[in-house]
């Protein structure tokens, strides 16, 4: 970064060349040549030796997740180009988008990612700093298993049809860069959405809004719901009625899809089929324009963090009255003064509340899939209760598998204070554990209000599977809490350091769980025992039970020994 | 007999092969007011993290008022307030929940905590801000919440590092009489800093921690005497400052031109 000391402006930023010029490379190369140092001086480390691990682990998986869904995507375009139905080419396209834009969301949360800001004080132009934001992060699990689909459907095509080899890659370069575009767009508008109390209100609203639309949805799209059988022929004719309903609504949709960047993709290869040679450059250029409207949308919101932009809430607060704070707990002594503390955390963390609240409410729009029996003649799915309940739990992963990772600086209070750790380890587990119920208690009425009551049966079994996991859960979460810590910032969905390895085992500690209650209710079913199984899993809660408390007993030896670690961890300083 | 409120003994931290901290020994006594010196990297956080339960030394032991202290020493941590290097503060918190919090953590009770946040809030002159998170407070604002998140409980000895960094010098001379007042009242003060002036007007008693050493270790008057005898021409002609003391004892008083960045403008 020799060349950096001349440069004491923008404009001499500018001057120097640009996004592209020497100065910008010079920087680039400095950033990759720090990054890399920064990957070899992480596996001097246990921690990150297996943070490697999990890595290629999580990239072995999706990538065979990408394989298939590529190969899946390649012979169905093959056999769509090969029969001339490129009406139907759209649908893929909006799959691909759907995957591609789906996980950046939902694993953003997990992903080790690079916040930008630290960069700002470097003399860097705006166009080097979005370039460095595209390219940190670029070899994403998304980007990965876009471009695994975006593969199987150019080879699948191109068997096809030769000729279209030139259009079909352009084509697909166009969309993939919008779909990265959009991915990113959509995760730092959503950050900085979520960062303010009266956007996040709006953004929940329009949330909330959206899932009770598609509830509305429900009834238009889906066969009548009434729980007498039906015969064949009523089915049939039901079903044409609906076709014939929905039809013009369909149409709609079609004649708009085409306006839209996946129909834009197919239209490009169809034009180029049909030998219309302007047409799809047209296309192909109308394509280009989305993309660079999205860039134009992230270039937005990348240029006020540019600018320094400052996304705390400090220019509300000077609005809010100053009425007296209350005592949330009443309750004497640390436990109810850490539960106090985390009440309060979490209500200012709109991305944690997101997270534990959103498996439930998918449960309630899923629910319904569970109901398909009656239309085939079969009783609904008598375990959406149980799998309703596990799913709802998920959204718990992150805070009980890495209970200390908000705690940030604080993590130096814990220590330095006359506080026994365990009890704030308690505390926490009885603030997860209550919330942990209430949400199971949720699911749980969700799915019964779309499936139906279940027997008084798999109601215990599924009460008795909770007795057993939750204990399991808090314990292997504190033991993973105090080993495999990592910070985490409550006011951000993205760009902060995650834990690749503490994600994997903590998905694969709750599979093994579930894999638990599975297997006891499939035996004792088995043996035509079903009952048995609510007073197995009971028994399994309560070596759990003793598991915890066990694990309670030893956690101030345990954070103790971890002392250095978890304060040089979390509250990243020294 | 002179009490001690913290003494140690051949305390040593390594990091690897690298020995950050090696074999020091000191004591201060009751009421004393010690100033911990030393260049930057020397030591002084490190020392200062042993001493209150935030790392664990790999030599030596620590004894605070009398008793030996360790990371489960959970009476004895009732009896100190530290103000760390990363000020121990919970973003996500707004002031008076921060103190409320940290007045619970060390067991006071209910009306204790809501009378000294209140005191510690106007003191400080945070009162205005208590419905802002501590995230969004400027840095000296954060030194000047850690100072009364540390002193909430009433410590008997209070551990400084870097306490008056960011701090406005209205807010500085608050914060320094209010220091002083803790002084007279029985309490003893550990202080880090790299502000002399500061130390030179505050402590009685002052040690400098050079590459991981304990250097010097004594009253200032006694290092002065010290310096000036073993620097010729200074004897008698006039009072060296501690900042003379302290780079003529660390060996950095001899700067020569050659050594400056002449490219600089």
């Known amino acids: 970064m020799a060349d950096l000391r001349a440069v004491e402006d923008r404009t001499q930023i500018r001057a120097a060349g640009g ?18 140092r920064m ?21 072995m998986v999706f990538s065979v997740i990408g394989i298939g869904l590529g190969l899946g995507l390649g012979f169905t375009s093959y056999s769509l180009a090969h029969h001339g139905a490129w009406q139907y080419l759209p649908i893929e396209f909006w799959v691909v988008l759907f995957v591609w834009q789906m996980i950046p969301i939902t694993m953003a949360s997990f ?84 960062s303010q109390r009266r956007t996040r209100e709006i953004v929940s ?4 809004l959206f899932f009770v639309s598609l509830q509305l949805l429900n009834p238009a799209v889906r066969e009548d719901r009434s729980r007498d059988f039906m015969n064949r022929e009523k089915r049939a004719e039901l079903r044409h009625k609906r076709e014939v309903a929905l039809s013009p609504a369909l149409d709609k949709v079609k004649a708009a899809q085409v306006w839209l960047p996946p129909g834009i993709t197919a239209g490009v290869l169809q034009h180029a089929s049909e030998n219309k040679p302007v047409v799809a450059v047209g296309v192909l250029a109308g394509l280009g324009l989305y993309a ?33 704070q209350r005592w949330l707990l009443d309750g004497g002594g640390p436990i109810a003064a850490t539960i106090e503390k985390e009440l309060r ?67 130096q209070l814990i220590f330095m204070s006359p506080t026994p750790i365990r009890a704030v380890i308690l505390a926490k587990n009885l603030f997860h554990g209550s919330l942990y119920l209430l949400m199971a208690l949720f699911s749980g009425i969700m799915a019964c209000l779309r499936v139906g009551v279940p027997s008084p049966t798999l109601l215990a079994i599924t009460v008795a599977w909770l007795i057993f996991a939750l204990p399991a859960n808090l314990a292997v979460g504190d033991i993973m809490s105090l080993t495999m810590a990592y910070r985490v910032n409550p006011g951000r969905v993205t760009r902060q350091p995650g834990s690749q390895g503490n994600a994997l085992l903590s998905m694969l500690i709750q599979t093994l769980l579930l894999g638990v209650g599975g297997a006891v209710v499939a035996m004792c079913t088995f043996a035509d025992k079903m009952w048995l199984a609510a007073p197995i899993l009971v028994a399994c809660g309560g070596i759990a039970i003793l598991l915890w408390t066990r694990v309670l007993a030893n956690v101030d030896a345990m954070a103790n020994d971890r002392r250095d670690t978890l304060i040089e961890t979390l509250a990243k300083i020294g | 007999m002179e009490s001690m409120a913290i003494q140690t003994h051949g305390l040593t931290r390594r990091f690897g092969a690298l020995t950050a901290v090696e074999d020091v020994t000191l004591s201060v006594s009751s009421g004393q007011f010690f100033g911990f010196l030393g260049p930057n990297g020397a030591g002084k956080s490190t020392t200062i993290k042993m001493l209150t339960g935030l790392l664990e030394p790999s ?189 003529s004892i660390v060996g950095a008083s001899n700067l020569e031109p050659a050594q400056e960045l002449s490219w600089l403008t």
């Open chain 1, 345 to 411: 955390t979490l209500f200012r963390s709109m991305p944690q509340i997101y997270a534990l609240g959103v498996p439930v409410l998918m449960v309630f729009v899923v629910g319904s899939l569970f109901r398909n029996g009656p239309s085939l003649g079969r009783p609904p799915f008598q375990y959406a209760l149980p799998v309703c309940v596990a799913y709802g739990l998920l959204g718990f992963t992150r805070i009980i598998y890495n209970n200390l990772g908000t705690e940030g600086t604080g993590i």
């Open chain 1, 292 to 324: 660079l409207g999205i860039g134009g949308v992230l270039g937005i919101r990348l240029r006020a963090e540019f600018r320094g932009e400052n996304l705390g809430e400090a220019p509300n607060q000077t609005k809010q009255e100053t009425r007296e």
């Open chain 1, 205 to 208: 609203a329009l949330f909330l």
């Open chain 1, 111 to 194: 992903q080790d990612q690079f916040d930008m800001s630290g960069l700002l004080r470097f003399p860097l132009s705006f166009g080097s700093f979005y370039v460095l934001y595209l390219i940190f992060g670029l070899l994403d699990v998304s980007t990965i298993m876009g471009a695994m689909c975006c593969l199987g459907i150019l080879i699948g095509i191109v068997t096809a049809h030769h000729e279209l080899l030139p259009w079909t890659l352009l084509a697909l370069l166009e969309f993939a860069a919008f779909n990265i575009l959009l991915a990113r767009a959509i995760l730092a508008w959503v950050d900085r959405w979520l």
């Open chain 2, 59 to 247: 030599g030596g032991t620590v004894e605070i008022l009398g008793q030996p202290f360790t990371a489960g020493a959970l009476e004895l941590k009732r009896q100190i307030g530290v103000v760390p290097e990363g000020m121990a503060l919970l973003g996500r918190l707004t002031a008076p929940e921060y103190l409320r919090f940290v007045g619970r953590m060390y067991g006071l009770d209910r009306d204790t905590v809501n009378q000294r946040t209140e005191e510690l809030l106007e003191f400080m002159k945070l009162a205005g801000e208590r419905r802002k998170l501590v995230t969004d407070f400027s840095h000296g604002m954060q030194k000047k919440l850690a100072l009364a998140g540390a002193v909430i409980h009433g410590p008997k000895v209070l551990f400084l590092d870097e306490p008056f960094e960011g701090v406005d010098a209205v807010a500085a001379g608050m914060l320094k009489a209010m220091l002083q007042g803790m002084i007279q009242r029985g309490a003893t003060i550990f202080l880090t800093t790299h502000v002399l002036e500061i130390v030179e007007r505050l402590c009685s008693h002052v040690a400098i921690i050079h590459q991981g050493r304990l250097v010097a270790n004594g009253s200032i008057e006694d290092l002065r005497a010290g310096v000036a005898s073993s620097l010729p021409g200074t004897e008698g002609s006039r009072k060296l400052t501690l900042e003379e003391i302290f780079l």
């Open chain 1, 39 to 59: 990957f070899v001086i992480g596996l001097r480390t246990i921690r990150g030796i297996l943070e490697l691990g999990a890595n290629g682990i999580q990239l």
């Open chain 1, 19 to 36: 996004f592209l010029g020497p100065l910008a490379r010079a920087q680039y190369a400095a950033m990759v040549r720090m990054r890399c």
